[in-house]
């Protein structure tokens, strides 16, 4: 695929998005999201932290987020689509968002504590139903991008 092409089509998804009313629901909700985790004590600190921590809140902002995505629903899910699960759905969420939201929430108890981890559950359904709406893993990684920015850029590590 030739670079306009590649560029054309990022476009277009973008263009999409800014009319699509799920997605902008998904933006309005990530508040929700940030709220929840601030209130069941897994936040630990205040915004403050970002002005010492700049590096750090661009990895656990963007960096991150973004790899996780392509790994996560660029790869897996992917990959699962081309399985046999790919047919089944439960409600508008389909097997292979559901099969690479339980992997990757199981990754996020590795790192973190079990309710932070058990936490990434929804917006994980959420990002992947994203990535099978439009078939590209980018407004996976926008929401995911802006749901750690927010929480975050709010919160603190």
Not at 83 to 95: D, E, K
Request: positive net charge; aromatic residues 18%.
């Amino acid at each position: 695929m030739n670079v306009s092409k590649s560029s054309n089509s990022l476009l277009l998804i973008l263009h999409q998005l800014t009319k699509d009313t799920a997605f902008l629901i998904a933006i309005v909700l990530a508040p929700f999201f940030w709220f929840r985790l601030y209130y069941s004590g897994i936040a630990i600190t205040g915004p403050d932290w970002l002005s010492k921590n700049i590096l750090l809140f661009l990895q656990l902002s963007l960096f991150y987020p973004t790899v996780e995505e392509l790994v996560f629903r660029g790869l897996l899910q992917e990959k699962l689509w081309q399985t046999r699960i790919s047919r089944l759905s439960i409600y508008c969420i389909s097997m292979p968002n559901i099969v690479t939201s339980i992997v990757f929430t199981g990754f996020h108890f590795i790192a973190h504590p079990p309710g932070w981890a058990i936490a990434v559950i929804i917006p994980s359904l959420v990002f992947g139903f994203f990535r099978d709406r439009y078939q590209h893993v980018l407004p996976a990684i926008i929401l995911h991008v802006f749901y750690n920015s927010g929480y975050f850029l709010l919160f603190g590590k």
